[in-house]
Every structure is written in C-alpha cells, then in structure tokens.
C-alpha cells in the first residue's frame, strides 16, 4: 500500500475543510509549494492535489497555482482532482504532467467524459472520485447530494472499463477519527477495483488496517498536518501501491 499526502487548495493556500465544510476551514500554508516540497522531503512518491475551487466552481480555479506545483514536483507521481469536466481541460493537465485525473461529478453528470477519457488517455489515467455521505455520492465539492449510491457509481464505471477507484467517507473526514472500514470491506468483497482510500486516517495502525484489508493507497491529509502520522515513518514502512 502507498501512503499519499493529499494537498488541498483554495484561495491559492494550502487548507484542509472539516467533513468538506468550506466554512470549517483551517489554513496550513499560504504557499502550496512549500508543502510540495516538505512532503517530497519526506518521502512522498505521489501526490494528491485538490482544487478545491474548481471543485465547487466546476472548473480549473488554480490552474496556474497547479502548474506551478507540478514543476516543483518533477519525478514525482501527481493525481488530482477538483472541476475537471471537460476533455479541454483534460488535456491541458494531462499535458502538464498530471499521471491520474480525479473525476467524481462528472461521473455522476457526465457518463460520455468518463468514457471519452478512457478512450483518448487510457483507463490508467483516470480514478473515480467516490465521495460518499450515508452511502450516497455528493458531487459538486461535496455540496449536493446526487442520490445515487456508492455502489451503484462503482458498478456503472466498471462497465465503462474504469479500474481505479477513491472512496471518501465525508462524515469521516478531516475528523481524525478512523477509516469506515466495514463499508470498504464489503467494497472490495463486492468489486475487483484498486481502490484508495481517505478520510479518517488518524494513527499508524489505521494504515495497517488498511493496508491488510487490500486497500491500494491510503490518501493522508490532516493527521500528517497535525502530527498525528510522522510521513516519513509512514513512508518507510509501506511500500509503493501498484
């Protein structure tokens, strides 16, 4: 399993949200590539990128800011998520360098994107963004219920020839609490994905739960913020996810 620090961006600074509450937000640094920086130093082989704006706007906010980063970043696998629904914008990040796209709306809104996507750059570059509350997918930055059910999207995207998968339970993150680990069990009995995993991640011993459990990549984002998980201890231990 991979351990991955996530790096959340909104108003050009690096935040974390509390169960992806734009109005519970706390600032950990005004420059993102600072952080870039401090995850590669400790370890990282990957990260994990959100534009938060965009999420919620619909399109690429921090481009630029984005940019910026992924140069910062060379040799270093970048997946990212946040208003990516349009195969323009697609490209362009693809062009940047980005390994995996994060889509989640547009799973929901837009089957077509998905399955443009596999077709043009390949079912490697793409992973599904399952951000669920109660069980049903929320869609635009967490901000509206789609009313379908987690397991419902997965199975609809594996038709669509999707093999990656992100599971977030919202009521989870950012709580420090633990992983929903039952519901990710029954997910990986049910489906033959690679599925990562964020949102309660607070202590080392939720990595090896997971990791035992069959989880491809733990995404880590406030417990490395706050020092509850030591990155570069949790880097040593764990290897590289396929």
Known sequence: M????????????????????????????EDPLNVVSRWITAGAKSLHIVDLDGARAGNAINKNL???MLNSASGIKIQLGGGI?????INEYIDLGVNRLILG??????????????????????VIGVDARNGFVEIDGWTKNSGVL?????????????K?????????DGMLTEP??????????????????AGGISNINHLKKLDDLGVMSAIVGKAIYTGEIDLSHATKIYSNGD
């Open 2 to 29: 991979e351990i991955i620090p996530a790096i959340d961006i909104r108003g050009g600074m690096c935040v974390r949200l509390t169960q992806g509450d734009y109005s519970k937000e706390t600032v950990f640094d």
């Open 66 to 68: 984005i940019s910026r």
């Open 85 to 89: 629904r349009s195969p323009e914008i």
């Open 105 to 126: 709306t547009a799973a929901i809104k837009d089957q077509n994107l998905i399955q443009w996507q596999i077709n043009t750059c390949g079912a490697d570059s793409i």
């Open 150 to 162: 987690a397991s419902e999207l997965i199975s609809q995207m594996i038709d669509l020839g999707v």
């Open 164 to 172: 990656n998968f992100l599971y977030t339970d919202i009521l989870k």
């Open 180 to 197: 929903n680990y039952k519901f990710i069990e029954n997910l990986l009995n049910q489906f033959d994905i690679k599925l990562q995993i």
